[in-house]
């Protein structure tokens, strides 16, 4: 499979304002470096462990790299995230506002953050409820000083996406927040209608992933 080709044939079709965030998870370093060397900066994992293993040297080598944390953190794990990641997509409680309101402070890094909503209001999924969002932003601002930039979401599945995406263009014009996560392989174009300005795309790039 040709990565190259597949992001120059995607980036094509995509606004020059929206970072795509190639969604490296799974995949080894030496499959993503033809991207990597082409210039491509923003990239997306979703375990600590393997982003430390994976990223760490390359980020040195290539001190333009951006790293999007963009599954669920735990608590415990974010004194391995940063300086590590430079954006956090899934900031979904005050527990870990607070955590990584210490962590910036000790390590005197602060990265860029988006605050994860539950749009469809899932039991199963983490995130922010719609009715909470703005005393939660509000709080993450005053109370723990955190660089919150945008909303991200991850709608409900088998279900139309435009609603969804809709609302939260909606929330992030109420919470005057410019940035939008929302949006991947196989809804990206539904998400680019409603002003995503981050895409956060794998399969399309890399092909199937090795579970």
Known sequence: MNIVKNFGLLKKNIPDYVKIIAVSKTFPINKILPLINCGH??????????????????????????????????????????????????????????????????????????????????DQKNGIDIENLETFYSNCRKNFDLNIIGLMCLPPKNVPDDKYFSEMFNLSRKVDLKELSMGMSDDYRKALKFKSTFLRIGTKIFGNRNQ
């Open 41 to 122: 900066i923003h990239y997306g994992e979703n375990k600590i462990q393997e982003a430390v293993n994976k990223w760490t040297e390359i980020k040195r080598d290539f001190i333009n790299i951006k790293l999007h944390f963009v599954g669920k953190l735990q608590t415990n794990k974010v004194k391995f995230a940063l300086p590590l990641f430079d954006y956090i997509h899934s900031l979904d409680s005050i527990k870990l506002a607070d955590k990584i309101a210490n962590e910036q402070a000790k390590k005197k890094f602060k990265p860029k953050i988006f605050i994860q909503v539950n749009i469809g209001k899932e």
